[in-house]
Structures are given as C-alpha cells and as structure tokens.
C-alpha cells in the first residue's frame, strides 16, 4: 500500500541552529499536510502544499512540495526552544482519496 | 481551537472488556476520524466516516468498530480489549475529504490503558 516516510526519526538541535525534516511518498500525492504536535498535545494543522514544486513559508518555517509530487520537506531556521515536538507530514493520494496518509514523524529536541 | 471533545480522556480498563470511546464534535464537519498513536508508529488511521451511518475502515481496524448516529458524535468501540491496544487514541474532523482545504482538527486524545 501507499506509505509515506519520513527522516530523520529524531534530531537534536542547540538553539539557534536550522533543522529539516524530509517526507517521501512511494506515489504521486496530490497534496501534502504538515501537522506539529508538541509535547503532551494533540497534532496541529499547519500547512498545505498543492502545486508541484511549491515552496510557502510561515515566519521561520519553509515547506517545499517536490516537483515529482512525491517529496516535501519542511526546514525551520534558527530553532528556538518553542520550535520542540514532533512534525508530520500527511499526503492524499488523490483528490478523491480516501484518507491523509501520515509519515511517523520527525521529533525535534532544542537545548538552549 | 476546533469544537472537538474526546471522553474520557484517560482510561485504564482490563483485557477482554468492552470499551466505547467518544468523540463530539461542535463544527458540524462532515468528516470524522479515529487515530492511534503509538511510538515508532505515528498516526495510524483506524476508522473514519463521510456522514450519518456512513464509515470505511482504515489501516489498523481489526478488533475496533465505529458508529456514527448523529453528525456530531463518532463513536470507537473496542468489543473485547486486548493489551496491544494500549495508546493515544485521537478523533479528527474536516469539512471536506479531497482537494484544498481538507485539513484535520484534531480532539485532546484519549489515553487507553489495558491490564
């Protein structure tokens, strides 16, 4: 079946310092979903990327949707102590898919 | 944050009992969901509904059942619970299935236990 992957499983950053976090779907997705959920929570909507090759930021936040639809990733720049939890990516197949199909998540640790 | 309440929201409950997990929802979204979370595992997709009485399975729906009678209310039912269903349960909503604007709301999650 479809799986989306994610690396890395962890990463530990000192504060200030960037970090990534790669999706990669085994099909064409006709869109992807990042989703943070921190430390005790639940998972939070963030963004949506649709068009292939798609690059949107949110302040120190950078998503890219890949131009073979089938990657994303989400690179944060000079991680801050708030930046902590765990990022996820989620794709949909199709535009008539069934369901999101979530990556297991990247965890991220920030010491200052 | 979406009207989304998940009850209880912790349980601890012994192997072999049934156990019903609800999820209520204030958005009247048409599209709800059921999630575990376990380590190393992610989300994984229990069971969903795309309206009243309307449900499909997802990945991991051996041993649960889902009921929806009313668009707001989406119940998980585990008949005889068993060990390896100890984990965070979470409830999602979204207004639409495919094409923009589908994300999911996610509820606080309920933490299942089994003795």
């Known amino acids: 079946g479809q799986q989306v992957m994610q690396i890395p499983q962890y990463q530990h950053v000192q504060e200030g310092e960037d970090f990534t976090t790669y999706c990669n779907s085994s099909?064409?997705?006709?869109?992807i979903q990042w989703y943070k959920q921190r430390p005790g929570g639940h998972p939070v909507f963030l963004i949506q990327l649709v068009k292939s090759g798609e690059v949107k930021k949110q302040k120190r936040l950078t998503f890219q949707f890949g131009e073979a639809k089938k990657n994303s990733s989400l690179h944060i720049t000079a991680t801050q102590t708030t930046d902590v939890g765990t990022y996820f990516c989620a794709g949909l197949k199709d535009q008539a898919g069934t369901a999101l199909i979530f990556g297991k998540g990247t965890t991220l640790s920030v010491s200052s | 944050d979406a009207g989304i309440t998940q009850s209880p929201r912790h349980k601890v409950t012994e192997t072999g009992t049934p156990v019903t997990l609800r999820c209520h929802q204030t958005e009247n979204h048409r599209y709800m969901y059921w999630y575990r979370q376990d380590p190393g595992h992610g989300l994984r997709l229990i069971h969903y509904s795309y309206g009243v009485k309307d449900t499909d399975k997802g990945e991991v729906s051996d041993g649960y059942s889902v009921s929806r009678s009313k668009t707001e209310d989406f119940l998980l039912t585990l008949e005889s619970a068993t060990s390896s269903q100890t984990s965070v349960y979470f409830c999602?909503?979204?207004?639409?299935?495919?094409?923009?604007?589908?994300?999911?709301?996610f509820g606080p999650g309920t933490r299942l236990t089994v003795l």
């Open positions: 999602a909503i979204s207004p639409r299935l495919g094409g923009p604007y589908n994300e999911q709301f």
């Open positions: 099909t064409t997705l006709s869109n």
